[in-house]
């Protein structure tokens, strides 16, 4: 059984940073494609970063510049450092994997469909 568990959010101020992280364990085979994504309050869940097993990365335009993901393949660990963070940063984070059995077109990456398994999520809240 696969098991997504994030940590590493909490409540910071306007310009700070945090990093999440996410464990990954029970897989069959390696994730290839493995993401952040987040849901703003009254928002529907949107892709913030992708990274693939290669460490290609791709990001939603509000992460440029200010998100960088990356993942220990070894570890099945996957990170998200968040750096200059905005009130409009403040969501839930969850992390997400693929099978690993398919190669997902990059410019799905940061939709849903190409992931299979989702964490429970970590709250991150940003005041002004």
């Known amino acids: 059984q696969v098991l997504l568990v994030e940590s590493g959010g909490g409540s910071v101020q306007t310009g700070g940073s945090l990093r999440l992280s996410c464990s990954a364990s029970g897989y069959r085979y390696s994730p290839y494609l493995m993401a952040w994504f987040r849901q703003r309050p009254g928002k529907e869940r949107e892709g913030v970063a992708a990274?693939?097993?290669?460490?290609?990365?791709n990001y939603a335009d509000s992460a440029k510049g200010r998100f960088t993901i990356s993942r220990d393949n070894a570890e099945n660990t996957l990170y998200l450092q968040m750096s200059n963070l905005k009130p409009e940063d403040t969501a839930m984070y969850y992390c997400?994997?693929?099978?690993?059995?398919?190669?997902?077109?990059?410019?799905?990456?940061?939709?849903?469909?190409?992931?299979?398994?989702w964490g429970q999520g970590t709250q991150v809240t940003v005041s002004s």
């Open positions: 990274i693939n097993s290669y460490r290609t990365t």
């Open positions: 997400a994997s693929d099978y690993g059995t398919t190669y997902a077109n990059y410019n799905d990456w940061l939709r849903q469909s190409p992931y299979n398994y």
